[in-house]
């Protein structure tokens, strides 16, 4: 069965590091990957767009890589501060249907002073 | 524009109740989309809509559930009879994904959620 899986479901780290989580999928065809964040109590808000035939994606401090051979996509956030703060989701649409997005768990990442 | 919009907010209502949630997705979208929210579970899909036409609602629960949406601006998800166990944030989210092969980034603006307590 196709299943999307955020590995850690928490993550602490000292503000101004770099912040690495990582998305793994298995029985997919992805077309493409997004990342999500959201803060407690409000909806997700995206990030962030990585296609099957792109390696990397930046947005000022974030960094996305896909590999399709690893089946796995890592986000990363550097120089972190305390208001990064929040929980990542990634998602998935398969080639097979591109509008379905299929969401992973999550990752609560935690930026201490 | 003012985001996706869902009603309500807050629903507490006891077993074996009607539940009705509502949502308007953002004017111009062709997708639209209902997760549900939980700790256990995640941010499952559970059904969604092209152009007012519903495409995949494998993620439905079990025949309880049901949505529809009679125009563009607007969709319901009906939850009859309710249980404990349905307790949980439902959000919709809305897209555009016309030019998603020309470049476009496919993302899901969703709404605040509606946050049902089943008792």
């Known amino acids: 069965s196709q299943k999307i899986e955020q590995n850690s479901e928490a993550l602490n780290i000292q503000e101004g590091k770099t912040a690495t989580l990582t998305c793994n999928y298995t029985?997919?065809?992805?077309?493409?990957l997004q990342w999500y964040r959201q803060d407690p109590g409000r909806g997700p808000v995206f990030l962030l767009l990585?296609?099957?035939?792109?390696k990397e994606k930046r947005k000022e401090r974030l960094k996305v890589t896909f590999d399709t051979t690893l089946k796995q996509s890592l986000f990363h956030i550097t120089a972190s501060q305390p208001a990064d703060s929040a929980t990542y989701l990634c998602?998935?649409?398969?080639?097979?249907?591109?509008?379905?997005?299929?969401f992973g768990s999550g990752t609560r990442l935690s930026i201490r002073p | 524009d003012a985001g996706v919009i869902q009603s309500p907010r807050h629903e507490v209502t006891e077993m074996g109740q009607e539940v009705t949630l509502r949502c308007k997705p953002i004017?111009?979208?062709?997708?639209l989309f209902w997760y549900r929210q939980t700790m256990m579970r995640g941010l499952e899909l559970l059904i969604y809509?092209?152009?007012?036409?519903?495409?995949?609602d494998s993620g439905m629960p079990e025949d309880r559930f049901s949505a529809k949406m009679p125009n563009a601006s607007f969709s319901t998800l009906k939850i009859q009879p309710s249980e404990p166990r349905d307790s949980a944030v439902y959000f919709c989210?809305?897209?555009?994904?016309?030019?998603?092969?020309?470049?476009?980034?496919?993302?899901?603006?969703f709404g605040e959620g509606s946050r049902l307590t089943v008792l």
């Open positions: 989210a809305s897209s555009n994904m016309r030019d998603l092969r020309q470049g476009a980034r496919g993302e899901l603006f």
């Open positions: 029985n997919y065809s992805p077309a493409y």
């Open positions: 990585i296609r099957e035939n792109e």
């Open positions: 998602a998935l649409a398969a080639y097979s249907s591109a509008s379905k997005i299929i």
């Open positions: 004017s111009g979208h062709d997708y």
């Open positions: 809509f092209n152009n007012n036409v519903p495409i995949d």
